[in-house]
Nanobody, 127 residues
């Protein structure tokens, strides 16, 4: 069983930075494509960023390109989301997710493709 635990959320002001972490309990972390999604109240869960098993390829949603950076440390079973220049519209619950499928590079933006999810961490950006 794969378990994911997010941390690092909080209340910040517009323009500030935050780094989210997702610790993954599994012996096969290096075989997982990893993603971050977010969900604001009354809205669908949206793709934010994804990273392949080895970390060589990253993907971003249009609204966060140039501001957010996803990375992973396979020695620590952890994936990170560095969020810079935060905006009030970034306010949401952020979820970490894991996809063991080898087709990850084709489906990274599809929430239903991820088999495992964390409980989420709240990020609130005030104006």
């Amino acid at each position: 069983q794969v378990q994911l635990v997010e941390s690092g959320g909080g209340l910040v002001q517009a323009g500030d930075s935050l780094r989210l972490s997702c610790a993954v309990s599994t012996r096969t972390f290096s075989l997982l494509g990893m993603g971050w999604f977010r969900q604001a109240p009354g809205k669908e869960r949206d793709f934010v960023a994804g990273i392949t098993r080895t970390g060589t390829t990253t993907y971003y949603g249009d609204s966060v390109k140039g501001r957010f950076t996803i990375s992973r440390d396979n020695t620590k079973n952890t994936v990170y989301l560095q969020m810079n220049s935060l905006k009030p519209e970034d306010t949401a619950v952020y979820y970490c997710a894991a996809d063991p499928d080898s087709s990850y590079s084709r489906n990274y933006y599809i929430a239903n493709q991820y088999d495992y999810w964390g409980q989420g961490t709240q990020v609130t950006v005030s104006s």
